[in-house]
């Protein structure tokens, strides 16, 4: 069976002024991958998805998504987004979870952008499936760290998008909480087969959800299927026996 | 004199009339520039005017003719050095405000001949609006909410998260552009109502009530309209029969509204 290739980047360099923030990083992610992208703090890890998502520019290299070139990309409700923080986002802006999520049709729609009864079912049934239609007409500020991590799942899921994109979700969240979500994600890669892509900085509980292990420190260290890399004397060497068995001991 | 009789005079209809569309766009565009943390704009925008009108005056072409232009450019102009020269907002507008403050104080100092016009200005009168100006308010207002109206999902989200605008094809960089022009726009129309010096309140006031008492965007956006009407309305009626100045009176009904909400909302 012939892999459709999801995200690809080939040489890629990012630079901040003068500082090197991604150096000659390649890897192809394909379709039904649940990626772990790790390194430690200031790796790269988000740069990468930044410049992945055109947040960013380029110094360097090639991206495709979706086998085409990121210039000639527009189809962007096939990528569903979770950002890093939550703290982002205008905490005194009065927006409920149904106008939040209906953000995620945008990407859709030609101009001038119109929401139409069709729109806010799919908003509705996005919020069912999640299990939060209790919190649509709830104003986003109103709701706990995790009630609001859902709603922007919901967001980002609501576009029927090929692949997940999160950068560090479960930093607003409980250990509970965290637990639930992640298990969610994995539901949604499972049964959707919806590609995921997962930034963490903490390592050791990734191996428990992603099939592959995506490892940058500014430059590509792994790519590969977490099972290789545990069994790797390379990567033992570089990690050494101990980080390597914190990264793996709950992969199965 | 009754309230009929009020009414019937031909400048307060246009009062109302002028008032009313720049109420509303006031009010939609605060909204957006509270929730950017860009109240201030209109605050460095409107002291732009204030250069450009005494521009227009001292060249002998009306004022507002001048105004438009100049006042977008210096939008324009509070962005780029924000982006480009590295400068946080709030100083990139108060740069542009100082240049505008200074380039109309040594126009009046060296025309020695428009002081009293250029300050009348400074604290507007809307019951003494012209034909034209009503026309213009009119015109003006209708582009403003045409385009907020077709803009609104991309002003929404570029105000809410703008990076992830960005990741749904928004092109935030057009809609913030958009957004000071349509400010500028604004700005010039509402000097005539409060003046240079009070045209911020009608930005800001009318939003951070709704804000308030809104459960949610629409919502905010409908409840700071009629805050902003009701109020301009309530100010030139109460102006009138109080022999206050409208300007400052409008204002005053704007920041009433505000306590009020601050009261409803510790209350309920």
């Known amino acids: ?252 | 004199m009754d309230l009929l009789t009020f009414l019937q005079y031909s400048f307060i209809q246009k009062a109302f009339f002028a008032g009313s569309f720049v109420a509303v766009i006031c009010s939609a565009l605060g909204l957006f520039l509270v929730l950017r943390k860009m109240s201030l704009i209109g605050d460095g925008l409107s002291h732009v005017s204030f250069g450009a009108i005494a521009l227009g005056l001292f060249i002998g072409i009306y004022p507002f003719y001048i105004a438009i232009p100049a006042v977008m450019i210096a939008s324009v102009l509070i962005l780029k050095i924000s982006e480009k020269a590295k400068v946080y907002g709030d100083a990139a507008i108060g740069i542009v405000s100082a240049v505008g403050i200074a380039g109309g104080v040594i126009l009046a100092s060296i025309s020695k001949g428009f002081n009293v016009d250029l300050f009348s200005y400074l604290f507007g009168n809307i019951l003494a609006i012209s034909n034209t100006e009503v026309i213009l308010s009119v015109i003006l207002s209708v582009v403003v909410l045409a385009v907020i109206y077709f803009f609104y999902w991309d002003l929404f989200s570029a105000t809410f998260d703008e990076e992830y605008a960005k990741t749904t094809g928004i092109k935030t960089n057009f809609i913030n552009t958009l957004l000071t022009l349509l400010t500028a726009l604004t700005v010039v129309l509402s000097v005539k109502m409060v003046g240079i010096m009070l045209v911020s309140a009608l930005l800001i006031l009318p939003a951070v009530t709704a804000l308030q008492l809104a459960k949610g965007f629409k919502t905010a956006m409908i409840i700071a309209s009629l805050i902003s009407l009701i109020s301009v309305l309530l100010g030139i009626t109460f102006s009138f029969f109080l022999d206050l100045p409208t300007g400052a009176t409008i204002v005053m009904v704007n920041a009433i509204f505000f306590g009020l909400a601050i009261v409803y909302k510790k209350i309920f």
Request: proline share 3%; hydrophobic share 40%.
């Open chain 1, 1 to 252: 069976m012939i892999m459709q290739t999801i995200i690809e980047t080939k040489n890629l360099f990012v630079h901040y002024g003068q500082t090197e923030a991604l150096k000659n990083v390649s890897f192809a992610i394909d379709r039904g991958d649940f990626v772990g992208l790790a390194g430690p703090n200031g790796a790269g890890k988000t740069t990468l998805i930044k410049t992945i998502l055109g947040l960013l520019p380029s110094s360097g290299g090639q991206i495709e998504l979706f086998g085409k070139s990121k210039a000639n990309f527009n189809e962007w409700g096939k990528i569903g987004y979770l950002p890093q923080k939550i703290s982002t986002i205008n905490a005194l802006f009065p927006a409920t979870s149904e106008e939040v999520v209906v953000l995620g049709l945008l990407s859709q729609k030609g101009f001038p952008k119109r929401i139409i009864a069709r729109d806010l079912k799919k908003v509705d049934d996005t919020l069912k499936e999640l299990g939060i239609s209790n919190l649509k007409k709830k104003m986003l500020s109103e709701l706990s760290g995790g009630q609001q991590q859902k709603v922007l799942l919901a967001r980002a899921l609501v576009s029927d998008p090929e692949i997940l994109i999160f950068d560090e979700p479960s930093t607003a969240l409980d250990p509970e909480s965290r637990e639930s979500f992640f298990q969610l994600i994995q539901k949604l890669n499972k049964q959707k087969g919806i590609t995921v892509v997962l930034i963490t900085h903490d390592t050791s509980y990734i191996g428990q959800y992603a099939n592959k292990l995506l490892y940058i420190d500014k430059s590509l260290i792994y790519f590969g299927k977490f099972s290789d890399f545990c069994a790797s004397e390379k990567m033992n060497s570089y990690f050494g026996k101990y980080e390597q068995h914190i990264i793996c001991h709950q992969h199965n």
